[in-house]
Nanobody
């Protein structure tokens, strides 16, 4: 069993910043890519960013220049620093991780989501 737990969401004014965290725990042997998605009301879940085990990031166009994804492999944790937030960034943010368990099986695991609301 693998669990991902997000934290750091909340209410922020336009132009503000938030830092999301996502910690993976459980029966983990290793973790490949870790990433962030978001889902706004009435919309499909969309990819935001991801990062390789070596620390190479990838970003959706909407995130480039404003968001920074990073990870701490020793803590099995991925972060999303979000700056210059806009009302259209309002969504539930989900992390995921491509995990190899101690039984040497790969699986894609998701967190429960954390709400980010950008509003004045």
């Amino acid at each position: 069993q693998v669990q991902l737990v997000e934290s750091g969401g909340g209410l922020v004014q336009p132009g503000g910043s938030l830092r999301l965290s996502c910690a993976a725990s459980g029966n983990i042997f290793s973790i490949n890519a870790m990433g962030w998605y978001r889902q706004a009301p009435g919309k499909q879940r969309e990819w935001v960013a991801d990062i390789t085990p070596g620390g190479s990031p990838n970003y959706a166009d909407e995130a480039k220049g404003r968001f920074t994804v990073s990870r701490d492999n020793a803590k099995n944790t991925v972060y999303l620093q979000m700056n210059s937030l806009k009302p259209e960034d309002t969504a539930v943010y989900y992390c995921n991780a491509d995990v190899r368990t101690a039984a040497f099986r790969w699986g894609l695991y998701w967190g429960q989501g954390t709400q980010v609301t950008v509003s004045s």
